[in-house]
């Protein structure tokens, strides 16, 4: 407030060495502010481009939406500064008459008249046909293209040399900021980047399930005992899990079943593919172990295909669990089709469950 004070009441010494006349329309007074404002906008723009770039999730919507901010933020800035002049009576139309001493400046107006020194002032901007004098960081005296003489460019840059400079602080905050949107969108290319290069795997899939196979084959009729398998070497090996795989499907799903392909999934679980169509896949999978540990659980599901003839174990259907002995390779039929339901009887005593 003392010096805001000292700028009214202190009067300039010397002779005036330029006068400048600036008329206060309105496109004269929204250019002005841009002029004064421009780091502090671009900063802002800046900003809402990256949080709308974040905000979705680095995506292309996202760098889409982030490069439409950029001249939304000086739009909405134009229209502040047009209803700004709009609404204040000092600033509609009216001449603005500047005085360059040596070391002083006024401004003059109908309204008003001022005495700032050149010390005192915050920062002189100096462009190639303008030139901002800077109060604060936020506010300040600007002089746009054609109203500012070269002589007055000149003297400005020669006797503001040092007021032309930067604060420490401004650049070290313009660097930092500058580094962080770099670092920000480099991020974020890489993360667009790696989304758009993983392919859309839709299909195999218990929990994911890539097709990670040995080849199809079709099952011999099998006897009683676990004699039906595919013949290759990659094929389900003669284990417990394995052979309850091949008693279940002998005592249960022969009759309904018209493949018998073993495959593994991402984690290396095993599982049988018992019926494939354009419809659905149909397969039986290793569960648990049951409650009184005597027994192997097998899930029988059905998982409907898309169009593109993908599926998913998220969608899938429970068609059965089955409990296979492991002493005596007695089996059961839990008859369930949801985990929650109630068992068989047989299946009850089997498993304990």
Same mark, same amino acid.
């Given at each position: 407030?003392? /010096?805001?004070? !000292?700028?009214?009441?202190?009067?300039?010494?010397?002779?005036?060495?330029?006068?400048?006349?600036?008329?206060?329309?309105?496109?004269?007074?929204?250019?002005?502010? =841009?002029?004064?404002?421009?780091?502090?906008?671009?900063?802002?723009?800046?900003?809402?481009?990256?949080?709308?770039?974040?905000?979705?999730?680095? !995506?292309?919507?996202?760098?889409?939406?982030?490069?439409?901010?950029?001249?939304?933020?000086?739009?909405?800035?134009?229209?502040?500064?047009?209803?700004?002049?709009? &609404?204040?009576?000092?600033?509609?139309?009216?001449?603005?008459?500047?005085?360059?001493?040596?070391?002083?400046?006024?401004?003059? !107006?109908?309204?008003?008249?001022?005495?700032?020194?050149?010390?005192?002032?915050?920062?002189?901007?100096?462009?190639?046909?303008?030139?901002?004098?800077?109060?604060?960081? =936020?506010?300040?005296?600007?002089?746009?293209?054609?109203?500012?003489?070269?002589?007055?460019?000149?003297?400005?840059?020669?006797?503001? +040399?040092?007021?032309?400079?930067?604060?420490?602080?401004?650049?070290?905050?313009?660097?930092?900021?500058?580094?962080?949107?770099?670092?920000? =969108?480099?991020?974020?290319?890489?993360?667009?980047?790696?989304?758009?290069?993983?392919?859309?795997?839709?299909?195999?899939?218990?929990?994911?399930?890539? +097709?990670?196979?040995?080849?199809?084959?079709?099952?011999?009729?099998?006897?009683?005992?676990? &004699?039906?398998?595919? /013949?290759?070497?990659?094929?389900?090996?003669? /284990?417990?899990?394995?052979?309850?795989? /091949?008693?279940?499907?002998?005592?249960?799903?022969?009759?309904?079943?018209?493949?018998?392909?073993?495959?593994?999934?991402?984690?290396?679980?095993?599982?049988?593919?018992?019926?494939?169509?354009?419809?659905?896949?149909?397969?039986?999978?290793?569960?648990?172990? !049951?409650?009184?540990?005597?027994? +192997?659980?097998?899930?029988?599901?059905?998982?409907?295909?898309?169009?593109?003839?993908?599926?998913?174990?998220?969608?899938?259907?429970?068609?059965?669990?089955?409990?296979?002995?492991?002493?005596?390779?007695?089996?059961?039929?839990?008859?369930?089709?949801?985990?929650?339901?109630?068992?068989?009887?047989?299946?009850?005593?089997?498993?304990?469950?």
């Amino acid at each position: 407030m003392e /010096d805001q004070k !000292s700028w009214q009441l202190e009067q300039p010494q010397g002779t005036p060495l330029y006068t400048v006349d600036a008329h206060s329309t309105q496109g004269m007074y929204v250019k002005r502010m =841009l002029l004064i404002n421009r780091r502090n906008l671009w900063q802002l723009a800046a900003a809402v481009a990256l949080l709308l770039l974040y905000a979705n999730s680095l !995506s292309v919507l996202g760098f889409v939406l982030g490069i439409l901010s950029i001249p939304f933020v000086f739009t909405m800035t134009r229209a502040v500064a047009v209803f700004a002049y709009k &609404t204040t009576q000092s600033a509609r139309g009216k001449l603005i008459h500047y005085t360059f001493y040596e070391d002083c400046f006024t401004v003059q !107006s109908s309204y008003s008249q001022s005495t700032i020194w050149y010390d005192d002032l915050y920062r002189v901007i100096v462009r190639k046909d303008s030139v901002c004098l800077m109060v604060s960081s =936020l506010a300040g005296f600007a002089l746009c293209e054609n109203e500012c003489p070269e002589n007055v460019l000149d003297f400005l840059r020669e006797r503001c +040399a040092e007021k032309r400079k930067p604060k420490v602080k401004e650049t070290l905050f313009t660097v930092l900021f500058a580094l962080f949107c770099v670092l920000f =969108l480099g991020y974020a290319c890489m993360a667009v980047l790696a989304r758009r290069s993983i392919p859309a795997e839709t299909a195999p899939a218990p929990t994911p399930l890539p +097709a990670v196979t040995a080849a199809p084959t079709e099952e011999p009729a099998p006897t009683a005992a676990p &004699t039906a398998e595919p /013949d290759t070497e990659e094929t389900i090996s003669k /284990d417990p899990i394995s052979t309850g795989y /091949d008693v279940i499907y002998e005592t249960y799903l022969k009759e309904t079943s018209t493949t018998y392909e073993f495959k593994l999934t991402a984690k290396g679980e095993d599982y049988i593919i018992l019926n494939d169509t354009d419809d659905a896949v149909e397969f039986l999978q290793y569960d648990r172990d !049951s409650a009184n540990g005597s027994c +192997a659980l097998y899930v029988y599901e059905r998982c409907p295909k898309d169009a593109n003839g993908g599926w998913s174990r998220q969608e899938s259907q429970i068609l059965n669990i089955y409990a296979y002995h492991y002493r005596d390779g007695a089996t059961a039929a839990s008859g369930k089709t949801g985990w929650g339901d109630a068992p068989t009887k047989e299946y009850s005593e089997l498993t304990g469950e």
